[in-house]
């Protein structure tokens, strides 16, 4: 099973800035936080990842709260192409542990 | 670089019949998995291989085999196809050793399956 929760779907306003939370409360010390979206059926693709520092690259970024039992991505100006489902994950930063997916949130992005 | 490649994009099988699904990837990854998605659910891991050599089973295994015929190639076969087994199937891989900072998962297109 995931170990992660979040929001079915959220609605976003072309341009504004679109913030999807995500509950990881059984996180273990090791395991970091990751993000990846799935546009229409394409296959997933990775955004950001992150463990307790707040991070940011050029998609996205990433807050985790101090007590890493939750955090949210932001797209800070979300455009049409945003629309997609995002899928948060936690997992052991490095080997080869397979990602866990769960429903993830559909993000639609509103001109 | 192509990435992770798969064919094929569709297929139609009737009950019973047989298929190998193929993956392959141009990254010089160790570790490959796959995946079937069905409608309105999230991506579930049917087999992995961490290294060449070596397939371990994922959350959904039953009535998949998987080989890996060398690092680049990871098949996934249905011996005898069922309709439950109708879904998009996706290959990825990852390269854990020399990517362990985001340890990156890349996919393929997927492969729309139907079985009748």
């Known amino acids: 099973d995931a170990k992660t929760t979040q929001p079915p779907s959220m609605d976003c306003a072309e341009g504004r800035a679109a913030n999807l939370p995500c509950n990881h409360s059984t996180i273990s010390g090791n395991e970091y936080v990751y993000w990846y979206r799935q546009i229409h059926s394409q296959g997933p693709q990775y955004i950001i990842h992150?463990?307790?520092n707040n991070e940011t690259n050029e998609m996205a970024s990433l807050i985790i709260t101090e007590d890493r039992k939750s955090s949210t991505l932001i797209l800070p100006h979300a455009t049409l192409r945003d629309t997609a489902v995002y899928y948060c994950i936690v997992r052991p930063g490095s080997g080869n542990t397979p990602l866990v997916f769960g429903k993830g949130t559909r993000l639609s992005v509103i001109a | 670089n192509a990435g992770v490649t798969q064919t094929p994009k569709f297929q139609v099988l009737k009950t019973g019949q047989s298929m190998t699904l193929q993956c392959a990837q141009d990254?010089?990854?160790?570790?490959m998995y796959w995946y079937r998605q069905d409608p309105g659910m999230g991506l579930r891991l049917i087999y992995y291989s961490a290294s060449e050599g070596t397939t371990d089973k994922g959350e959904v295994p039953n009535g998949y085999n998987v080989s890996r015929l060398n690092k680049r190639e990871f098949s996934l076969r249905l011996e005898s196809a069922a309709p439950s087994q109708t879904s998009v199937y996706f290959c990825?891989?990852?390269?854990?050793?020399?990517?362990?900072?985001?340890?990156?998962?890349?996919f393929g297109p997927g492969t729309r399956l139907t079985v009748l």
């Open positions: 990825a891989s990852s390269d854990p050793i020399q990517g362990a900072i985001s340890n990156e998962q890349f």
């Open positions: 992150g463990l307790k």
């Open positions: 990254m010089n990854h160790n570790s």
